[in-house]
C-alpha cells in the first residue's frame, strides 16, 4: 500500500516539525478515516477532565437537570471552533499560535502568549487535583502527598511521546472507553427519568439573571471550550501526511473534521452523564458541591457498592488523560509564540510546578475543602481566556491571503463570530455581577 510518509516515522514532530503518521494514497473511506483518527481524541480528553467533573457535579446537584442546555451548546460551540482550528491547521500548514506571532506585533503575541499560559496552568491545577482526589478515594493518601505524586506522571507522558504520535492516541483512546464505560455504569445504577433528562438540553430564561448558575453554566463554558486547546488541535492536526494541492487539503479537513467531531460526541455524552448522574443522586437530597463527598455518597444513594469505586476509577483516568492535553499545548504555544522550544521534560517541569504552588498553598492554607472550589474556579478562568484565542481563530479562518481557497464559508463565519460574541457576552455578564455584587 503506498502512502504519503513512511510510517517508521512515527514521532511526537512538535509544532515546526514535518508530518509523521501515514495516509494511504489510495483506500476507501474507512481505511482514510483510521489514518486520520486520534488528533481528535488527544483534544477530546481536555473536554472531560476533572474540572469538568467539578462543574457537572455542581451543576446536576444544585440545579437539576437544567445545565444540560449548556453542555449541549458548549459541545456545539467546540466542534465548530475545533472544526476552524482543523482548518487553519491543514490550509495554512501553521498553527493558531506561529500565526498570532506572524499577524500581530510582538506586543500582542506576547500578550496572548501569556494568557495562553495562564490557561494552560489552570488547566493543570484542574489534573492535578482530579489526580489528588483520585488518588486519595482509591488509596487514602493526603490531597498534598497525591498533588506531588502528580508531578512524576510526567514521565509516564513523555515516555509515551517518544514511543510515537500513534502510540500515544491509542493510549489516550483507550482512557476514553475506560472513562465512557464507568460512566455507562453509573448512569443506568442512577436510573435518571428520560423525560426531565431531555427536558434539561432546552435552554431556560433565568440563566443569565441567576448569579449562582450563572457562574457554574459559564465554568461549564470554559471547561468544554478549551481555549489552548485550539492552539493544540492546530498544530497535531498536521501530524498527518496529505497531498498538498488542494484536493488533498479539502480531503484531509474532511476527515480530521469527522475524526474530531466524533471525538467530542463522545466528550459530549460523558459530560452528560456526569451532570445526570449528580442530579439524579443528590438533586432534592443533598446539595454535593464536593467530588469526595460525591464519593462517599454514590454508593449508599444508588444502592450499588461499586459505583463508587467506578466513580474513583475514572476520575483518575481523566486525570492521568487531561495532562497530556497540557503537556502538548504547552510545547506549541512556546515554540509558536515565542520560538522556544525547550526539551519535553523541562518543559513538562515547568507547567506542573507552576500548577502545583498554588494548589499546594491552596490546600495547605485554606484545607482539603477547598480543592473542589478551586477545581470550579480554575475552569472560570479558562472561560475568561477563550475570547483571546476564539477571535484570532475566526479572523484568520476568513482571511484568503492565509487560508487561500480553503477559507471558511460565510455561514460558517457567520456562526462562529456568534458562538465568539456569546462567549464574551458570558463573561462579561459574569464579570459585572461579580463586581457589582
Same mark, same amino acid.
Given at each position: 500500500? !503506498?502512502? +504519503? ?18 495516509? =494511504? ?5 474507512? $481505511? ?13 480528553? #481536555? ?12 451543576? #446536576?446537584? $444544585? ?7 449548556? *453542555? ?17 491547521? *491543514? ?9 498570532? $506571532?506572524? %499577524?500581530?506585533?510582538? %506586543? ?20 492535578? *487535583? ?11 493518601? =493526603?490531597?498534598?502527598?497525591? /498533588? ?10 513523555? /515516555?509515551? @511521546? ?22 455507562? +455504569? ?21 440563566? &443569565? ?9 459559564? #465554568? ?29 487539503? %479539502? ?6 473534521? &469527522? ?18 448522574? /449528580? ?5 432534592? @437530597?443533598?446539595?454535593?458541591?464536593? *467530588? ?27 486525570? !492521568? ?22 526539551? =519535553? ?12 504552588? =498554588? ?47 480553503? +477559507?471558511?464559508? $460565510? ?8 458562538? +465568539? ?17
Amino acid at each position: 500500500m !503506498q502512502s +504519503a510518509v513512511d510510517a517508521s516515522k512515527d514521532k511526537w514532530p512538535g509544532p515546526s516539525a514535518g508530518s509523521t503518521a501515514s495516509v =494511504p494514497i489510495a483506500g476507501g473511506f474507512w $481505511r482514510k478515516l483510521l489514518a486520520f483518527s486520534g488528533p481528535g481524541y488527544l483534544v477530546a480528553v #481536555g473536554y472531560m477532565d476533572p474540572g469538568n467533573w467539578a462543574t457537572d457535579i455542581a451543576g #446536576g446537584s $444544585r440545579f437539576g437537570y437544567t445545565l444540560l442546555s449548556v *453542555i449541549l451548546l458548549s459541545s456545539l460551540m467546540a466542534m465548530l471552533l475545533q472544526a476552524l482550528s482543523v482548518r487553519l491547521g *491543514i490550509a495554512s500548514g501553521r498553527d493558531l499560535a506561529q500565526l498570532c $506571532r506572524e %499577524r500581530y506585533g510582538p %506586543r500582542t503575541a506576547f500578550v496572548l502568549w501569556v494568557l495562553c499560559e495562564i490557561a494552560i496552568v489552570a488547566c493543570d491545577i484542574a489534573e492535578v *487535583i482530579g489526580s489528588a482526589i483520585a488518588l486519595k478515594l482509591l488509596f487514602g493518601l =493526603p490531597l498534598i502527598v497525591g /498533588a506531588v505524586i502528580t508531578a512524576f506522571d510526567s514521565l509516564l507522558i513523555l /515516555a509515551l @511521546q517518544n514511543r510515537g504520535v500513534r502510540r500515544l492516541e491509542a493510549f489516550i483512546l483507550g482512557l476514553i472507553t475506560l472513562i465512557g464505560l464507568c460512566f455507562l +455504569a453509573e448512569v443506568a445504577l442512577s436510573r435518571p427519568a428520560l423525560g426531565a433528562v431531555l427536558a434539561g438540553f432546552v435552554p431556560t430564561a433565568d440563566l &443569565l439573571s441567576d448569579p449562582a448558575k450563572l457562574y457554574v453554566a459559564v #465554568g461549564i463554558l470554559g471547561a468544554t471550550v478549551m481555549p489552548h486547546n485550539l492552539y493544540l488541535h492546530s498544530a497535531v492536526v498536521r501530524t498527518r501526511a496529505f497531498n498538498q494541492d488542494d484536493t488533498g487539503r %479539502r480531503e484531509a479537513i474532511r476527515f480530521a473534521t &469527522l475524526d474530531s467531531t466524533v471525538a467530542l460526541s463522545i466528550a459530549f455524552f460523558i459530560n452528560a452523564g456526569i451532570l445526570i448522574l /449528580a442530579a439524579a443522586a443528590f438533586h432534592g @437530597q443533598a446539595l454535593v458541591d464536593d *467530588i469526595e463527598e460525591a464519593y462517599r455518597l454514590l454508593s449508599p444513594m444508588l444502592g450499588a457498592p461499586l459505583a463508587s469505586l467506578l466513580f474513583a476509577v475514572a476520575l483518575l483516568a481523566a486525570g !492521568q488523560n487531561s495532562t497530556v492535553t497540557a503537556t502538548l499545548a504547552g510545547q506549541v504555544v512556546m515554540e509558536g509564540f515565542v520560538a522556544l522550544r525547550l526539551k =519535553p521534560v523541562w518543559r513538562r517541569l515547568v507547567t506542573r510546578l507552576l500548577a502545583l504552588v =498554588p494548589t499546594v498553598l491552596v490546600l495547605a492554607l485554606a484545607g482539603e475543602s477547598a480543592a473542589t472550589t478551586l477545581l470550579i474556579f480554575t475552569q472560570v478562568v479558562l472561560s475568561l481566556q477563550l475570547p483571546f484565542a476564539v477571535i484570532p481563530l475566526v479572523r484568520f479562518c476568513g482571511d484568503r491571503r492565509i487560508m487561500g481557497n480553503l +477559507a471558511a464559508s $460565510r455561514a460558517t463565519l457567520a456562526a462562529a463570530w456568534a458562538v +465568539a460574541g456569546i462567549i464574551v457576552l458570558l463573561n462579561g455578564v459574569l464579570i459585572v455581577q461579580t463586581v457589582t455584587g
